[in-house]
């Protein structure tokens, strides 16, 4: 060895007496980023995230404008108190049959199809991202009944993060540099048009949060990611405006906002805080809707109506409190569409099975099931947004349409 | 069978080994419990797949290292709920001796991939074969790679010892 290799083994040992101990609730904090991955905002900035995953859940959350739920409304019609011994729940084609769809994997040309909305219960709309050099990136819809993709547009730059619709738009935002771009075209297809541009990463640091976008009320609206605040254009174009008063506050299904964030949360094992989206705020109206929460009480997370921890739900107003039938810890406790929840079911036989739970009505089905057996197959990977849940099932894929639950 | 390793046991008892490790790739001890955090969260994702073929701490590091390189600049960075201090190395009186630390500032300056081959090296004492096995390059890269990052110090050291003579470092 030379001297500088002597010194660089040197260097390093002294430095590993430097290095930062695990705290004691280490573990709990990876299972927290698990589960907030899980149902968390899509991994933005690079597509090249997917190189090292492997397995399970992965959540984006794209805020829909569909039947938005008052606040603090009890809902009548929720059974009570779901059974503490958990059965995996009867398959989706039987419980919600016209809800549930296989389409093909990819399109004709071989580029795989991610599907991101339902822009009505016979129509699929989706992006085609990879492919060979000459496929370029573009969005697609899918019907149903015709069983035939029809192109809707070309993308210069790939999209990173799902598409939303509304309005007869369809929005998108790409990330340019340090600039966020959002994108949009008529529902039906056209060439994409920039309507909006603005810093998405501040100089000094080098990641993009990613921001949670909905269109509405003839406008695109978003909160980024990391700071809050709920910023509007309209559909025509135009620079970027803070709604007043929405300072902090983080999109959460339109027309609500709310605080603290998702991300930095209770969750996530530090001192009780309030439970993530505790305060609502009607971007339109300016009411305010409060999270009932006991003094002491942890782990809660709140939705426009309902609040959930990963064995609990209960409404906003702190009322009808039920265990659910498994363990949310799949997609994390936040409900998608507002009322559904992606549970891990694991039967007395040992039979495991992802379902789908439906706070509002306290149906489950079983999106996937395995066997008991050791050596089967896990569950796939299974893609959450509201709206719509999917996932690949060899060439094809399995798409739950949350609209059409009923 | 409730006989199969646990994640939340192997995540717990090798937490500690994996920040020294992550800390030797990044040299900051945030960055270090960000990767380590994230290369657990994947770990955890593909736990029943890993634990059967044995060998979780290979897949875990491996994981560290690559994301380290590839992806970790480009990713987005979740807020850490906790804030990790630098520990004082209080037990040697020579950790922050002046010689090292100019070293380990260089180390900073080095291309990730250099710096991970030194650490593979000279900290975990790899041979180059698993070097390259780690990071998916070939022998030769690893010897490349090294050598070029040694350059650089040896550069860098002869700067740094000159200029010491002057004001300012």
Same mark, same amino acid.
């Given at each position: ?227 809050? &605040?709920?910023?509007?254009? #309209?559909? =025509? ?5 803070? @709604? $007043?008063?929405?300072? !902090?506050?983080? /999109? %959460? ?66 009322? &009808?409190?039920?265990?659910? #039938?498994? =363990? ?5 406790? @936040? $409900?998608?569409?507002? !009322?559904?929840? /992606? %549970? ?63 | ?169």
């Amino acid at each position: 060895m030379t001297d500088l290799e002597d010194a660089l083994t040197r260097t390093f040992t002294r430095a590993a007496t430097r290095a930062p101990a695990a705290p004691p609730d280490f573990v709990r904090q990876v299972d927290m980023r698990y589960v907030r991955r899980r149902r968390g905002r899509s991994v933005a900035v690079a597509a090249a995230v997917t190189a090292v995953v492997a397995g399970s859940v992965l959540g984006t959350r794209v805020l829909s404008t569909t039947s938005p739920a008052p606040a603090v409304k009890p809902d009548t019609t929720v059974s009570q108190a779901a059974p503490a011994v958990v059965e995996v729940a009867p398959p989706i084609e039987r419980v919600w049959p016209r809800a549930v769809h296989e389409i093909p994997a990819g399109l004709p040309n071989g580029q795989a199809f991610n599907a991101d909305l339902f822009l009505d219960d016979r129509t699929v709309v989706g992006r085609a991202l990879r492919g060979g050099p000459a496929l370029k990136p573009g969005i697609w819809s899918y019907d149903l009944d015709s069983g035939k993709f029809t192109s809707l547009a070309t993308l210069t730059a790939p999209s990173v993060a799902s598409l939303v619709a509304g309005d007869g738009f369809l929005a998108w935002s790409t990330l340019n540099k340090r600039t966020v771009e959002i994108w949009t075209i008529p529902a039906k297809g056209g060439t994409p048009r920039k309507i909006t541009s603005f810093l998405g990463v501040s100089s000094g640091e080098d990641t993009y949060h990613g921001i949670d976008m909905t269109i509405a009320d003839g406008k695109v609206a978003w909160s980024p990611a990391k700071d809050g &605040g709920v910023y509007q254009v #309209p559909l =025509s174009g135009g620079e970027p405006t803070l @709604v $007043p008063g929405t300072e !902090r506050h983080h /999109l %959460l299904r339109w027309p609500w906002a709310g605080y603290p964030t998702h991300d930095v949360s209770g969750l996530s094992g530090g001192p009780a805080k309030e439970p993530p989206m505790a305060h609502l705020l009607n971007v339109r109206t300016g009411e305010r809707s409060d999270a009932v929460t006991g003094p002491g009480e942890k782990g809660w997370t709140c939705g426009v109506t309902w609040c959930v921890t990963f064995q609990k739900a209960r409404h906003r107003d702190g009322t &009808g409190e039920r265990n659910l #039938p498994g =363990s949310v810890s799949l997609g994390g406790p @936040v $409900p998608y569409s507002g !009322r559904f929840l /992606l %549970l891990y079911q694991q039967g007395k036989s040992g039979e495991r099975g992802a379902s789908i739970y439906d706070l509002s009505t306290g149906r489950a089905a079983a999106l996937v099931r395995s066997p008991a057996r050791k050596g089967d197959t896990a569950l796939p990977t299974i893609h959450l947004r509201d709206g719509l849940f999917s996932y690949k099932r060899g060439n094809k894929q399995v798409l739950v349409n949350l609209g059409a639950v009923k | 069978m409730d006989d199969e390793p646990r994640f939340e046991d192997f995540a717990g008892d090798r937490a500690d080994a994996l920040l020294r490790y992550a800390y030797m790739l990044t040299g900051n001890p945030h960055d270090a419990a960000d990767l380590v955090q994230e290369a657990l969260v994947r770990l955890r994702g593909s736990w029943s797949r890993v634990q059967r073929k044995r060998d979780p701490e290979s897949y875990v590091r491996t994981t560290i290292t690559r994301l380290h390189i590839n992806i970790w600049r480009r990713r987005r960075r979740e807020h850490l709920a906790w804030d990790p201090p630098e520990r004082p190395g209080d037990d040697d009186p020579f950790a922050r001796a002046d010689d090292d630390a100019d070293l380990w500032e260089q180390l900073s300056k080095l291309p990730r991939r250099q710096r991970a081959v030194l650490v593979l090296r000279y900290y975990e004492e790899r041979t180059d074969a698993e070097i390259a096995e780690i990071l998916g390059i070939s022998q030769g890269t690893v010897r490349s790679q090294a050598s070029r990052a040694l350059e650089k110090l040896r550069s860098a050291a002869s700067t740094i010892t000159l200029s010491a003579n002057g004001s300012a470092r």
